[in-house]
Each structure stands twice: as structure tokens, then as C-alpha cells.
């Protein structure tokens, strides 16, 4: 019988080098035995970490701490994906520094977030070509005092 294990996003992040894929609804057990896996690659380093998928993956979400981690260290991130993930404790300003500090982002697939929360993203990411996942909010009532930002091409 198979042991499962919980494994938080930030261990696995530190476990796999280079590209991490996890398959479709993931669980614990298959995250433990991806982690277990790739935990003899000569470095842990999310700092080195270019492709990062987890589409449409089941994962228990602690908290946000390993996308703000990886925004934080990782600057060669091409490819970001956990589009239809249930991950719910993503901050916009992650995916903005993410954007700013990855020059070479060419892929950003991410749960539903309003779209205006990603002005920021979409002005820092210059190399992006493929991009899922936002959302549109319902229109502003009358009166509303709504900024009306402009990206400039």
C-alpha cells in the first residue's frame, strides 16, 4: 500500500529543477512521488526553475507564500501554468513582480482573477505570447469611481 504524504507547493518548487509537470488532479501522493523523484537533480534552487505547469491539478493550497517565493527569487521563469487549478490564495502583485523579474515569460495560464488586477503584469511582460485565464468584472454602476487604465503598445 502507498504512503501519502502531504507536500506543500514551496517543497516541491525546491525539489524539481528546470520544469516541473504535474499530471491532471494531482494528489498528494503523486506530488510526493514527483518530489521524491527529482530530489537527486543536482540542484533545488527555484531560482532555476523555466517551466512551472500544473493545469487543471487538484492541489490542497496552504497558503500563497510559494508564488510569492518564486516571484521573489526566480528570473528565468518561461512558463507559467495552473490554469483550472483551484488555487484561490494567488496575489496579483506576485504575477506582476513574476512578469517584471522574468524578461523571457512567454506563457502566464492562470485561474480567474479580474483582468484590471492585471494591468501591471501585462505592462511588465513584454515577451508575452500566450496568456489564460483572466476574467472581466461585471461593469461599473454609474457614478463608480473606476480608473481607466491604458497599456501602451
Not at 517551466?51 to 497558503?63: G, K, P, Q, R
Request: a negative charge.
Amino acid at each position: 500500500m502507498m504512503r501519502k504524504e502531504s507536500v506543500t507547493l514551496a517543497t516541491l518548487l525546491h525539489c524539481l529543477r528546470g520544469v516541473a509537470v504535474l499530471p491532471p488532479r494531482a494528489t498528494a501522493a503523486t506530488m510526493s512521488q514527483a518530489a521524491s523523484l527529482s530530489i537527486h537533480h543536482p540542484s533545488s534552487d527555484p531560482r532555476d526553475l523555466m517551466t512551472l505547469v500544473m493545469e487543471e491539478s487538484t492541489i490542497v493550497e496552504n497558503d500563497g507564500e510559494w508564488l510569492h517565493e518564486l516571484a521573489l527569487e526566480n528570473t528565468v521563469l518561461e512558463n507559467l501554468n495552473f490554469y483550472m487549478t483551484d488555487l484561490v490564495k494567488v496575489a496579483s502583485a506576485d504575477l506582476e513582480l513574476i512578469a517584471k523579474n522574468c524578461a523571457s515569460l512567454v506563457s502566464m495560464k492562470i485561474t480567474d482573477c479580474d483582468i484590471i488586477d492585471l494591468v501591471g503584469v501585462f505592462r511588465f511582460a513584454a515577451a508575452l505570447e500566450d496568456f489564460c485565464g483572466g476574467s472581466f468584472s461585471s461593469p461599473p454602476e454609474e457614478g463608480e469611481d473606476v480608473s481607466n487604465e491604458q497599456l501602451e503598445l
